[in-house]
């Protein structure tokens, strides 16, 4: 995909941010929630529930792109921008901007360490400052898992992640309650109250 010149003149444009953030990621994910740049408007960017990139409506293909993209996303309240030192311009997630594609596991039980991989290749442990959370869709009743990757941007944990998860599960109780949830890093993610199993 060739990305396109944006028709507001005075919205950057998206080759122009990922130019910047070539240089900004040289050294890993760059700090872009220490930067205060003005607000320069909205591009015509969206991340779709399943993690795929659009530009002015066309996917993204190139892998590189995504992921220069994805180094400098921010959340700002429930806003999603890119940021960089000398500007900020926002886009559309429609759930969460990471998708959580992948994990494994090392030791067991009470003892076991989960790392999980996103679809743009972020790794991270779960453990207390990269939480696990479960909330429940409100018109399927199926459950939505999130992993926290970074600075308050999220991965939805995809559903045949989330079925290999449950095989992992087992019962703890968690504020004199008993719960069915995970173990990793020597913390218990609860994730249903063990009561509420059918």
Known sequence: MTLKKESQNNTPTAEGIASVARQLTKKGHPPVHLWDPPFCGDLDMRIARDGTWYYLGTPIGRFELVKLFSSIIRKDEDKYFLVTPAEKVGIKVDDAPFVAVDFVTNGKGSNQTLTFETHVGDKVQLNKENSLRVLIDKNSGEPKPY??????????????????LIEICSTNTNNKEEWFGLWSNKNFFPIILASELK
């Open 147 to 164: 992993i926290h990757i970074r600075s308050g941007l999220e991965a939805l944990i995809d559903r045949k992640s989330f079925y290999r």
